[in-house]
Nanobody
Framework: QVQLVESGGGLVQAGGSLRLSCAVS???????????MSWYRQAPGKQRELVAR???????NYTDSVKGRFTISRDNAENTVYLQMNNLKPEDTAVYYC??????????????RGQGTQVTVSS
């Protein structure tokens, strides 16, 4: 069983920074490989939005509204993907989710989602 656990959300003033983490693990230490990791967000009353994406071949991409402010990266040793968010704006307020396309021998490549972490930016 693959688990994605997000952390790092919270309340911050406009202009501040937060770093979100998405830790990937498997039960029993089963081998896995992260193919793609994406951060999505969903604000109340709005559709879910792709914020940033990282792929195992080294590609990253961002939605226009966060370019230059957010950075997605991976710590191989920790099997954790980060979303560094700088110069936060009130419109960044949302629940942030990490979605990972994870490969295991038993399941192949499957998308998994974390539980979400709330980010609130005050003006």
């Amino acid at each position: 069983q693959v688990q994605l656990v997000e952390s790092g959300g919270g309340l911050v003033q406009a202009g501040g920074s937060l770093r979100l983490s998405c830790a990937v693990s498997t039960s029993g230490g089963v081998f896995f490989k992260i193919n793609i990791m994406s951060w999505y967000r969903q604000a109340p009353g709005k559709q879910r939005e792709l914020v940033a994406r990282w792929t195992s071949v080294g590609n990253t991409n961002y939605t226009d509204s966060v370019k230059g402010r957010f950075t997605i990266s991976r710590d191989n040793a920790e099997n954790t993907v980060y979303l560094q968010m700088n110069n936060l704006k009130p419109e960044d307020t949302a629940v942030y989710y990490c979605d990972g396309n994870i490969y295991t021998y038993s399941q192949g490549s499957v998308w998994y989602r974390g539980q979400g972490t709330q980010v609130t930016v005050s003006s």
